[in-house]
């Protein structure tokens, strides 16, 4: 048992210290057709019938698969609508695996607003705004879910109204890379790009001064993730016996979330700050259902009474 600890909490360790090398490359295996932008078209190529785990927009000229949350709208809003099997179960089979470990290690917009928090400034707390969690939820069920299936043409399609009015990737990795490039894009501008390099202005300023704000308040994926964290495969453990109830933990996670109380708590994105911040090591990964270490201690136990 206490090998299976050790070797536990050092795989732990590994993840939450090279976590920030995972995140780059997780973004560029995202994007990995850089070229693109300096041609300044889109990928087309049948991996593009992919999704990626992350939000990434289709419109990036280097992504290499689809936007889970633009596939799931394209599809709501499609003429002939029909429940997304595929996409709705590659969704529910990540969130289950992994659950917002994806937030944490795999999204290429996490990343980037991680790197905007990095900037010298006064860091300020979201404790007291925890309320505005619950935004992102009402933005997957409404835009994401609901108004493309309501609101639709007299062709009977709807608009992917997250991605057409909401989502900051596709100004950052779309419109901005692809206008550049392309005089016709460029003309083609209008109010709609605007509201959105606004949203996005509003990301980026917001990022500097709180951690993560996109992914705290407004993200549907994350969202949609977080309704699988509890019963995701890739869980938090605590070690009671180990544990001081110092509150290092609390003070140290920046998702307010208190993983002594709730390890799997739907804001958890799993980024290991917790860990780093334990004196005792108390914290740590635990992938799989239950405490692992503790049933190869009585499945141990059983094989010498059978002795």
């Known amino acids: 048992m206490l090998e299976l600890d050790k070797k536990k909490h050092k795989i732990s360790q590994f993840l939450a210290h090279f ?29 593009k019938t992919v999704c990626v785990p992350g939000l990434n927009c ?13 596939a799931l709208q394209a599809v709501i809003g499609s003429s002939k609508f029909k429940f997304s099997y595929y996409i709705t179960g590659f969704l ?13 290690f795999l ?14 400034s006064p860091k300020l707390s979201t404790q007291k705004l925890k309320p505005l969690r619950y935004l992102k939820y009402g933005i997957l069920l409404v835009m994401v879910i609901l108004l493309p299936m309501v609101v639709v043409n007299e062709l009977g399609m709807g608009d992917p109204f ?9 100004v950052l990795e779309g419109a901005i890379p692809l206008s550049i490039t392309n005089e016709g894009i460029r003309t ?10 606004f949203v996005l202005l509003a990301v980026i300023l917001g990022s500097v ?23 995701s495969l890739f869980q938090m453990k605590v070690d009671k016996d180990k544990c001081v109830s110092c509150g290092a933990c609390a003070k140290a996670c920046k998702m307010d979330v208190d993983v002594t109380r709730q390890p799997n708590h739907a804001e958890c994105i799993r980024c290991g700050m917790c860990m780093k911040s334990c004196p005792t090591h108390a914290i740590c990964y635990q992938y799989g259902f239950g405490d692992l270490s503790k ?3 009585i499945s141990t136990e059983k094989k010498e009474l059978k002795k």
């Open 92 to 104: 529910i089979l990540l969130g289950v695996l992994l659950g917002r470990f994806i937030c944490g």
């Open 295 to 297: 049933a190869k201690e």
């Open 19 to 47: 976590r920030g090398w995972i995140q780059a490359v997780a973004t560029i295996l995202t994007n990995i057709h850089l070229p693109n932008f300096f041609k300044g078209e889109i990928y087309r190529g049948d991996a």
């Open 162 to 170: 997250f991605c057409k009015y909401l989502c900051p990737q596709g």
């Open 107 to 120: 999204c290429p917009f996490g990343w980037f607003q991680e790197l905007l928090h990095k900037i010298p």
């Open 209 to 231: 001064f709180f951690y993560r704000p996109f992914c705290k308040w407004l993200c549907p994926l994350g969202a949609f993730y977080a309704l699988l964290n509890r019963v």
């Open 58 to 70: 289709y419109s990036c000229p280097a992504a290499s698969g689809a936007c889970p949350i633009g």
């Open 188 to 197: 083609a501008l209008g109010t709609l790009f605007s509201w959105k390099a």
